[in-house]
């Protein structure tokens, strides 16, 4: 029987709690660590309510207790880094915390751990180049929450070793996400582009006063994403001409171009956003969102589930 090894998760916050399943359910023995006490304290309720839904789903086999069992929180960062073969860094998003937390991380680690950021945004050669492990180092960028919406962007800095990278790709694929490796760093590596290139053109419609945001959005939900929840782009334009996607190309790439030509491009301007808010906050009171985000982990679960059952067609 294999042994799977130590996961070393760093910053129990929204994305640290949410590794902790991922690998947990993989059957990894997982340390948390955290600077702040309360959020270390609060971690296993918090993944403890999560595992249940993730039953009641049977998005998990075993009893959520099981899981959780294998979670360890431990006061230190070397504590949770020691025998890792991962550590997961989760802290926040500023370009100091994450040199601060990496130059912590380097000498404590085990040399042949890799050490991963969840950053959105900072590609590691920023908060790495001085390491002297800098090989080890890379971006794992989860999808919120990952262990619902599998995809994970690993992205090498140029120093990152091919090896590590291989070593990292197959700890994520043998706990069920779905790595995809970029060939070079990039802002907002690849999933914040696509999010951002369909954020843009939405804000850019509604700023030209075409339709509602309500309107807007239901193009997505009632009627793109219902294709993109199993297919991408290429596969789906792929099937919108009789002969594939040269012929969509044939067809609809002239009208594609002249639409990228005359993209009005969107500001992120305060009143905009104003408007946008005072739509959104009329459908949905401030005080109900953390209860909406609950809503829509339990709708994401059906959708796998269902998603698990309808592979078999
Ligand atoms: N929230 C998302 O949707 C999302 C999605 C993908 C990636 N990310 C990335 O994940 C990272 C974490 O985001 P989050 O939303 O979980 O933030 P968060 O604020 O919920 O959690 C951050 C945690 O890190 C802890 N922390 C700070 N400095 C630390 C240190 N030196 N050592 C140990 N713990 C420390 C904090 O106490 C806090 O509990 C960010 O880089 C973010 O860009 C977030």
């Known amino acids: 029987m ?22 947990a359910r993989a059957g990894h023995p997982v340390a948390m660590t955290d600077i702040d006490a309360d959020a270390l304290a609060r971690a296993h309720e918090l993944i403890g309510a999560r595992l249940a839904d993730l039953r009641e789903f049977g998005l998990i086999d075993e009893a959520p207790a099981q899981v959780l069992a ?17 550590v997961q860094e989760n802290v926040r998003e500023t370009l100091d915390a994450k040199r601060a937390i990496f130059a912590a991380l380097d000498p404590l680690a085990p040399p042949r751990c890799v050490l991963a950021s969840s950053t959105s945004w900072i590609p590691a050669s920023q908060y790495t180049e001085a390491l002297a492990g800098r090989g080890r180092a890379m971006v794992a960028h989860p999808t919120n929450p990952p262990y619902l919406i599998p995809l994970v962007e690993l992205c090498p800095a140029p120093w990152t070793d091919p090896d590590a990278l291989a070593r990292a790709r197959a700890l994520y694929a043998g706990a069920r996400q779905e790595p995809v490796t970029l060939s070079r760093e990039i802002h907002g590596f690849l999933l914040n582009r696509v999010q951002g290139a369909v954020l843009n053109e939405c804000f850019s419609l509604y700023t ?75 459908a949905l009171p401030a005080d109900r969102l ?10 994401l679960m059906a959708l796998l589930a269902h998603k698990r059952d309808a592979a078999r067609l």
């Not at 953390?290 to 709708?299: I, N, S």
Request: charge should be neutral.
């Open 2 to 23: 294999t042994v799977n090894p130590k996961i070393a998760i760093v910053g129990a916050g929204l994305i640290g709690r949410a590794w902790a399943i991922v690998f």
């Open 290 to 299: 953390e209860a909406r985000a609950a809503w829509r982990d339990r709708r």
């Open 208 to 282: 030209q006063g075409l339709a509602s945001a309500e309107d807007i959005d239901k193009v997505l939900k009632e009627g793109l994403a219902l294709r993109w929840s199993f297919m991408g782009p290429f596969e789906t334009i792929d099937l919108n001409a009789p002969r594939g996607v040269a012929d969509y190309a044939a067809r609809y790439g002239a009208s594609n171009t002249a639409l990228a030509r005359a993209h009005v491009p969107f500001e992120w301007d305060d009143e905009t956003i104003r408007r946008i808010e005072a739509e959104r906050r009329a």
């Open 70 to 86: 294998r979670i360890t929180c431990e006061r230190t960062l070397a504590a949770a880094v020691a025998d890792a073969a991962l």
